[in-house]
């Protein structure tokens, strides 16, 4: 799967070249959109992937991450079923393409040579859906987190507050651990189902993953499918007064910029923000890049800020 360096909470996607063009023909979409000037033989032709799916050849990354960085991935790819991503999966393997599972891009931060091989996102409806039966929260990999908190919230199931003002999906929240206010996704976690790098799909129980905190190194090199959660009975009324709340402590901390969230991880010193506003360093500018002044742990994009810039702090 696709490289992804640890920096605190934030992931820096790592490239191999510093800027420029990919060594694929530029701006042409793959097989499954109209309108190409130009065809490109893509990774996935005669792949047998189903009609619902993307394929798309050097598609700016900026476009799919939240802080709007980052240069071009040689290939993007939306599987339109589940089959569809076991014949990504092995079709990468084949080839020796690296393959790079992303969902909102909320916590990524992509370099300017942008990512290459093939860039994932199970973006599709097969992927976003959320049941709830009685406390029991059913999740397509690929469904928003704020979709989450509201299904649970509207069901009367209590535990999934913190999701709704996280900007990402159940399959990143796994990977990061994501949580606020208290909460967090393993703190409600029952089961994942998952494909491994050659294209098998397991299950397990969320003791077996061995999260912590901000992370769940188990699924770097997996991709996730879909989740099942577990809360607790509550009244909607209540539940949405607790989301209310967070949505104002929300507003009132946080940034409106550009942004991948929170950049480092607390440390047993104090929290990131804290220390990083004690060095005076909220404000401080790199270009389009700033420490946000209204949180310091945020980095924020001014508009048309580079990956450089961002990741010279
Ligand atoms: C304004 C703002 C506020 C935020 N607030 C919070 C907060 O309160 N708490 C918090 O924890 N985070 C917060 N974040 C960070 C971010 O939203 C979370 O880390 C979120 O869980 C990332 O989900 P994503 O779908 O965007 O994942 P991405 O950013 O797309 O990916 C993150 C990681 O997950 C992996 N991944 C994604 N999907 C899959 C999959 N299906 N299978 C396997 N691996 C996968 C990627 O490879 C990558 O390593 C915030 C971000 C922003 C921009």
Request: hydrophobic residues 45%; contains cysteine.
């Amino acid at each position: 799967m696709g490289e992804a360096v640890d920096v605190g909470q934030l992931h820096i996607m790592a490239s191999h070249r510093d800027c420029g063009g990919s060594g694929v023909a530029g701006g042409v979409e793959g097989a499954h959109l109209v309108g190409a000037a130009e065809r490109v033989a893509s990774p996935f032709d005669d792949a047998g992937l189903s009609a619902g799916s993307v394929v798309r050849a050097n598609e700016p990354m900026s476009r799919l991450t939240t802080l709007r960085v980052g240069g071009v991935a040689d290939w993007y790819v939306e599987p339109g079923a589940e089959e569809d991503v076991g014949v990504i999966v092995r079709c990468c393997v084949a080839r020796g393409l690296p393959l790079l599972v992303i969902g909102h891009g909320s916590n990524l931060l992509v370099r300017d040579g942008g990512v290459r091989g093939v860039v994932m996102a199970l973006r599709q409806a097969a992927f976003c859906g959320v049941a709830v039966e009685g406390t029991t929260v059913l999740c397509g990999s690929g469904a928003p987190l704020r979709l989450v908190a509201r299904a649970a919230c509207d069901a009367g199931v209590s535990g999934f507050e913190f999701m709704d003002g996280i900007p990402g999906t159940v399959g990143g929240a796994l990977r990061m651990n994501a949580g606020a206010f208290g909460g967090s996704t393993f703190g409600v976690l029952q089961r994942v189902r998952y494909m491994e790098k050659g294209g098998t799909v397991r299950e397990g129980a969320a003791e077996e993953f061995g999260a912590e905190y901000r992370g769940c190194r188990f699924f770097k090199d997996k991709v996730v499918l879909g989740a099942v959660f577990k809360g607790v009975v509550d009244s909607s009324a209540a539940i949405r007064e607790r989301m209310e709340e967070m949505r104002r402590r929300r507003l009132a901390m946080q940034p409106r910029e550009w942004s991948a969230g929170c950049v480092f991880k607390n440390t047993s010193a104090g929290a990131a923000g804290w220390l990083i506003d004690r060095a005076g360093l909220k404000g401080f500018k790199v270009g389009r890049a700033a420490v946000s002044g209204v949180h310091a742990n945020f980095l924020i994009n001014e508009g048309g800020a580079s990956a450089a810039s961002t990741t010279s702090f």
